[in-house]
């Protein structure tokens, strides 16, 4: 196993657990989180997102975290995935945390959010070796990236 392919396979490893936690915190109320109920009343609260976005918001940002973290998580439909990944994280950054600032220490700002866009955007753009889109696609979207050939390798 190459460098690369272990730091793509760390990286997924990494996301894709964060993602779930904060997907299962909104979809099903896990690790202390509001559950879905509890997720909408927020969502419905808040002032930054537009309201013809809200609906979108509610529905779309805990499916998009929760099954697109399992899915980059085991390499299934990675690219796909991490593009979810990358509109939930800009969503975060321009309607909810951008008005924070880079670093809240009350809370908030969008350092995370646009750390989490970088790594789902290194995912996206990235190398996919050892997914099972390599095994179930046979070098569809793993070779896709084109650094599968081993020209970016080191």
């Known amino acids: 196993m190459k460098r690369t392919e272990w730091a793509f396979l760390i990286l997924r490893v990494v996301v ?11 979809l099903f109320g896990l690790f202390g989180g509001p559950g879905f109920q509890g997720w909408s009343g927020f969502v419905q609260g808040m002032g930054g997102i537009p309201g013809f976005l809200k609906p979108l918001t509610i529905y779309l940002v805990p499916v998009f975290e929760f099954f697109g973290g399992l899915f ?6 990675t690219r796909w995935s991490a ?18 600032g880079f670093y809240n220490p009350q809370g908030g700002g969008w350092v ?14 990235g190398e996919h070796r050892y997914t099972l889109d390599e095994t179930l696609f046979k070098g569809g979207q793993a070779s896709s990236a084109g650094s599968s050939s081993g020209a970016a390798e080191s």
């Open 83 to 100: 593009l979810a990944l990358v509109l939930v994280m800009i969503g975060a950054i321009l309607f909810v945390n951008f008005p924070k």
């Open 16 to 26: 894709g657990l964060s993602f779930i936690f904060f997907g299962g915190q909104k």
């Open 112 to 125: 995370l959010p646009l750390t989490f866009l970088a790594m789902s955007l290194a995912i996206l753009l």
């Open 72 to 77: 980059v998580l085991v390499g299934f439909l």
